[in-house]
């Protein structure tokens, strides 16, 4: 059970890593409003799945909730493919979704499948389905989210203990 804890801790660490990067990209553009209270709902989101799963005795319930974030992510980026067609930024249109809510939607479950990837575990469906939600994170031309990917798939790296040949090479 204390290896569960410390495992959703370093979870949670990259979370919060992901929404400060996109905060500061938020700061740095002049749209700060919308996207702290996304950061905001984000983090309360977080933080109650968390506590979730600290009182619950199975780490299994965190995947329905990444499954989720990737479907409405997903489905958004779908339904927002003709203005991205059109020159325009990746935004959702069921749900309506700004293009920075569509890339913490897929970035934040594209970060579990990089841990899974990297840890020799992933398989093509997951290896194709990172390559999908990272494809989204990238039409919504989100530099933030890009580079809290980035930092977040290092942070892993780093925290691994032993990688497997296959994945290092």
Known sequence: LKGIHKGLTHLFLLLFLFVSVSLLGAVAVGDVGASVVLAA????????????????????????????????????????????LSGQRLTG??????????????GVPAIALVHNILR??????????????????????????????ALAAAMIVLALR???RSVAV
């Open 93 to 106: 249109a069921i749900p309506p979704l700004h293009a920075n809510a569509i890339a913490m939607l897929c």
């Open 120 to 149: 020799g575990k992933g398989t093509f469906v997951q290896v194709s389905l990172f390559v999908l939600l990272l494809g989204a994170v990238l039409a919504t031309e989100s530099r933030t989210a890009l580079l809290g990917l």
């Open 162 to 164: 032993r990688m497997r």
């Open 41 to 84: 709902r984000l983090l309360l989101v977080a933080a109650t799945v968390g506590f979730l799963l600290a009182a619950s005795p199975t780490p299994s319930a965190l995947k329905p909730l990444l499954v989720a974030m990737a479907i409405v992510g997903l489905v958004s980026a779908a339904t927002g493919l003709p203005g991205l």
